[in-house]
């Protein structure tokens, strides 16, 4: 990647955190609560940070993020994603449709606009 678009626009929030880590693509789980998805259900945000103790964490719910992904890679432009089940992100037809502006094939990496 020659360019960077980590952080660009972002929207970040505070959550209670139920199991996830540092990285994950998450969904809201309860009541001020993020969580892990599974496979194939729509997400909310990235986190960007997790608490040492695990208890809370910050969110990126808009902007520009970069997640690993599986399966088949996204498409560049307006591409249907979902969870991959493993913390990142997979294509899949009928999900919501993201921007994806840059995909690394080699770390298995997608960049896009929550």
């Known amino acids: 990647m020659t360019y960077s678009y980590e952080g660009i626009g972002q929207v970040v ?6 199991g996830v880590q540092e990285g994950q693509i998450v969904k809201i789980s309860a009541t001020e609560t993020v ?3 599974t496979a194939g259900e729509p997400f909310c945000g990235k986190v960007k940070v ?5 208890k809370a964490c910050a969110v990126a719910l ?8 599986s399966g088949n890679t996204p498409n560049l432009g307006w591409c249907e994603m979902a969870s991959d089940g493993n913390g990142g992100v997979s294509y899949k037809s009928g999900s919501r449709a993201y921007l994806v502006v840059d995909l690394d094939p080699e770390t298995k990496t997608v ?4």
């Open 111 to 114: 960049t896009f606009m929550l």
């Open 13 to 18: 929030a505070t959550f209670m955190a139920d």
């Open 35 to 37: 969580g892990v998805c």
């Open 62 to 69: 808009r902007g520009m993020v970069t997640a690993s992904y």
């Open 50 to 54: 997790a608490a040492r103790d695990g």
